[in-house]
């Protein structure tokens, strides 16, 4: 896991990366929490449009129950995910990409907005698994 090594000992700055390995999510939750950050994680595959990926966003993140369901809502629900770091694993990203580029593309904004924020603590979103062509940097595994 030398890429998210990287970023949890700080070498690397956090942000959204696409991360090609198959390191099954108990390791690299038992990776992450063991160094001291919180883990969540999604699973594309049981949300294929803007209305699902949110609310199993909400629940992967634990947030309220008034969360809007909506991408603002998302943005301001994000910054309260505060503390020593947060690691988003987001299986199976493409599901979405290729239903609803366009929510998918704001999604992806909505994380990297929030990891460009550091006064609020750390954040990583990992796009694990093959897809559409993005914009986004890929993470060593």
């Not at 994680?41 to 966003?57: C, M, R």
Request: aromatic share 10%; glycine share 12%.
């Amino acid at each position: 896991m030398s890429g998210l090594a990287g970023i949890i000992a700080g070498h690397l700055g956090p942000g959204v990366f696409q991360w090609h390995t198959a390191f099954p999510p108990g390791e690299v939750q038992h990776s992450v929490e063991h160094a001291g950050w919180r883990f969540a994680y999604i699973d594309g595959l049981t949300h294929q449009d803007k209305a699902a990926f949110l609310g199993t966003v909400a629940e992967a993140l634990a947030f309220p129950d008034h969360f809007g369901r909506n991408f603002d809502a998302l943005t301001d629900c994000l910054r309260d995910v505060d503390g020593d770091g947060t690691v988003l694993l987001w299986d199976c990203w493409a599901p979405l990409a290729r239903s609803d580029r366009r929510a998918f593309d704001i999604a992806v904004d909505c994380f990297a907005g929030r990891a460009r924020d550091q006064q609020l603590g750390p954040f990583v979103t990992l796009l694990r698994g093959e897809g559409p062509a993005i914009d986004v940097p890929v993470l060593d595994a």
